[in-house]
């Protein structure tokens, strides 16, 4: 049984904090944790926190603490995670499309690298010849992820170095005795099917024998996590006894170890965070009962973007009769959370909380129509604390230059 937050604890945050209010669950990451260490026991698998999930600088240091590792996916990021004092050999920077510039800084850094274009490959090369391990972003070529803009692996995506660029990949290694220590891929965001993740390895294991120095897999992140109460997440330990079934035979035949990396984001704190609002006004307009609450696209977008769901619970009056109603917030563009939606009877005032809103939802807000971002919370120990202040109108000033 998984660790949740009562209802009675979010009212308890929304009370003492406000709304809308953002509240994470530590001891639900550290359950997250170790359901996935407990999947890959029996291989030599490594995790790295997607920090893009979810950045706040105290998640970043209590995912720290509990020995997870961090991927980046900015040089900024890697600040914040040496800021959170995780050590440079368990920081990751997997980028698409950056500068060199960039490239180097996180070399200065001393972390690990995947780089994602032959360009910066061939530049990573000449510049440092066999000084310092990198990794090499693939494009596997495999379609999978929850909807196409989550969709990384794809034969149409920006994203990493085609496969079949593979001859280029090998004369950049004999022309400038590049270490390649890592393949890397990350064919998208959730994704369900242990097949599609059995497809990367097929790709990956495949091309290892070209690169003798190499010691890991990278397979990224991308499990996905059930959204709705009747639907099932990735089978981690289903997934477990594949990638240890396939590096077994793999180290077998050939006589080489390998370490799996995996990079999960939403995995760790997806379920782990909730999104408390208040409902501002009831709306009637012909037979559609609309719900406004104090908040909208700016700052949890996910519903817009993706028309991704996220379950809604009626804390303030959770035996009221159920109704139909539109969940929408008060930015000026239609801005809808949820349609249909079979509720407890919402009232003025009542706080409804958005569940799964730990990874990908503070982190993408916004300022947009110059409403404040929600505050943050962390309950830690069974005691809610502050992690970051709601906005103040300095916030929205801050860095203009008022020069009229
Ligand atoms: N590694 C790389 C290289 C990635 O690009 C990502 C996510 C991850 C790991 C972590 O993926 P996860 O385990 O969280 O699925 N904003 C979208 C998700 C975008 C994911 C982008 N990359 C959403 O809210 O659904």
Not at 15 to 38: C, D, W
Not at 97 to 110: L, T, V, Y
Not at 127 to 151: D, E, T
Not at 329 to 358: H, M, Q, S, W
């Amino acid at each position: 049984m998984s660790l949740t937050l009562t209802p009675r604890q979010l009212i308890e945050a929304a009370t003492q904090f406000g709304t809308p209010l953002y509240v994470y669950h530590a001891e639900r990451i550290n359950e997250q944790y170790q359901l996935l260490l407990n999947a890959f026991k029996t291989v030599d698998a490594h995790f790295f926190y997607a920090a893009k999930a979810l950045t706040n600088i105290n998640i970043l240091k209590y995912i720290n603490s509990i020995g997870c590792k961090v991927d980046c996916s900015s040089i900024n990021e890697v600040k914040l995670a040496l800021r959170a004092d995780f050590a440079p050999a368990n920081i990751l920077y997997t980028s698409n499309n950056i500068s060199f510039a960039e490239i180097m800084e996180a070399k200065e850094a001393g972390v690990h690298i995947n780089i994602d274009s032959i360009s910066n490959l061939r530049k990573f090369g000449e510049q440092y010849g066999h000084s310092y391990p990198v990794g090499i972003r693939l494009r596997p070529n495999i379609m999978a992820g929850g909807n196409l803009k989550i969709a990384t692996g794809h034969s149409s995506s920006k994203f990493g170095v085609p496969v079949e660029a593979i001859e280029e990949i090998l004369q950049i290694q004999r022309e400038t005795n590049l270490h390649i220590r890592t393949l890397h891929i990350h064919t998208g965001s959730e994704i369900k099917d242990v097949a599609v993740f059995a497809k990367g390895i097929e790709v990956l294991l495949g091309l290892v024998k070209f690169f003798p120095e190499l010691d890991v897999i990278d397979l990224g992140g991308g499990f996905k996590v059930p959204y709705r109460q009747d639907e099932a997440g990735t089978d981690i330990n289903q997934l477990g006894e594949k990638v240890k079934e396939e590096f077994d035979s793999f180290e077998k035949n050939n006589k080489r170890h390998l370490q799996v990396w995996f990079e999960p984001g939403k995995f760790i704190v997806s379920e782990a965070g909730y999104f408390i609002t208040k409902v501002n006004v009831l709306k009637q307009s012909g037979n559609i009962a609309f719900a406004g609450i104090n908040s909208g696209l700016n700052h949890l977008i996910r519903p817009m973007f993706y028309g991704a769901y996220h379950e809604i619970e009626n804390i303030s009056n959770p035996n009221g009769e159920l109704k139909d109603f539109h969940v929408v917030g008060n930015i000026c563009e239609t801005d809808t959370f949820a349609e249909d939606r079979i509720l407890p009877e919402v009232r003025e005032g009542d706080y409804l909380v958005f569940k799964n809103a730990g990874a990908y939802c503070f982190e993408m807000s916004s300022h947009y129509n110059s409403r404040f971002k929600p505050a943050e919370v962390l309950y830690l120990n069974n005691r809610p604390q502050l992690i970051r202040k709601r906005d103040e109108l300095d916030d929205l000033l801050r860095n203009q230059l008022e020069i009229i």
